[in-house]
């Protein structure tokens, strides 16, 4: 008698989530799969809801990856609004919201991120958070109706909003404790660059000091945010974008080691039978003997490709070369490696003046990273680099 395959449950309808699904199903495995979402609606690409969709650029609607017909020819299940509540590890089950219990012989969690929020920012209208596609329209509706903005958070989505705030005409400005924008993920040099970039499209600045407080008025609406030297930022409106942490909640107590995320092996295995994908995913990185969780769409899709190859039994270690973008104003900033912010920096092609280069990152005398900005052709001839380890002394010319 034939076995039957074995059946699978993805838990989060994300990019990653549905791209088990379509891996699963370009790797011939033909058995039955549910795809789980929290949200209401269909997988759709986040990178756009903090800029196109924010300027109106894009309908939300635009940004659904598959439509209905796409979605039914994967021949799955897929159950939309129903967030995961409980897994129990040895019954292979996920237990939901609406009080499903949803059994299965593998299960691949790709949940992803949730917003950290500031103490008490649920006190007041106006403040918004940004990972969804409904916080996106609910954000858009209030920048199209006030002037002045206030970001906390200079990390990659702060000044994403930031920019895109500053492009439709309001007054913003952007605060965080980092002393330059993106800092810690691009480093004093080029961070420096962007902190000039934004100072010049008119954002002002109000880095190097942590936020205490929101305020508000009598009416419930946030007025102003309140820094830790005792300044106050007017405001009608507070995007919150302090950084995001994993979406694992619902996993306490279920067995899975939760550091940082779902903890796995370089197979991005969790436990038997348990995978995980995208910007919850922890996993050990074979090529760099290292610990890597990447919150990036490149991750989500190469690691759920990866997922359904050992889904499938082909035994396929998860060993990416780490990619990051971003687009702020006219700027494309692109990234390859893990750029540490103490990295040795140096141009090695075109000019910051100009704004459009190439910098590499050292570190213990290897090339770790390399970073392009405007120079989408350019920075893909510097990747190997970045894969070989080259010896620094043998690339950059002192």
Known sequence: MMKTPPRVLVVGASVGGLSVVEA??????????????????????????SKKVLTGAMEPEKTILRSESAVAQLNAEVILGDPAVRLDLGAREVHTAAGRALRADVIVLATGLEPRRLPGQEKWTGVHVLRTMDEAVALRADL???KRLVVVGEGVLGTEIAATARSMGLVVTLAGPQSTPMASQLGPVVSGHLAKLHTEKGVELRLGVAVREL??????????????NGELLPADMVVVAIGSRPATGWLAGSGLDLADGVVCDARCRAAEGVYAVGDAASFHHEGLGARLRLENRTNAVEQAMAVAANIVGKDKPYA??????????????????????????????????????VALYGKNG?????????????????????VDGKPWADVVIP
């Open 24 to 49: 699963l199903r370009r790797e011939g495995y033909a058995g039955g799969v549910t795809l789980l979402g929290a949200e209401r609606h269909l997988p759709y690409d986040r990178p756009p809801l």
């Open 144 to 146: 199209l109706q006030h």
């Open 366 to 386: 290897k090339v770790i990273g390399a970073l392009g900005w405007n120079a989408m052709k350019t920075i893909r001839s510097y990747r190997q680099l970045v």
């Open 215 to 228: 305020v508000g008025g009598d009416d419930g609406r946030v007025s102003g945010v309140r820094l830790e």
């Open 320 to 357: 990416p070369v780490p990619f990051f973008w971003t687009d702020q104003y006219e700027t494309k900033i692109q990234t390859f490696g893990v750029l540490h912010p103490e990295a040795e920096v140096a141009v090695v092609e075109g000019d910051p003046e100009k704004r459009q280069f």
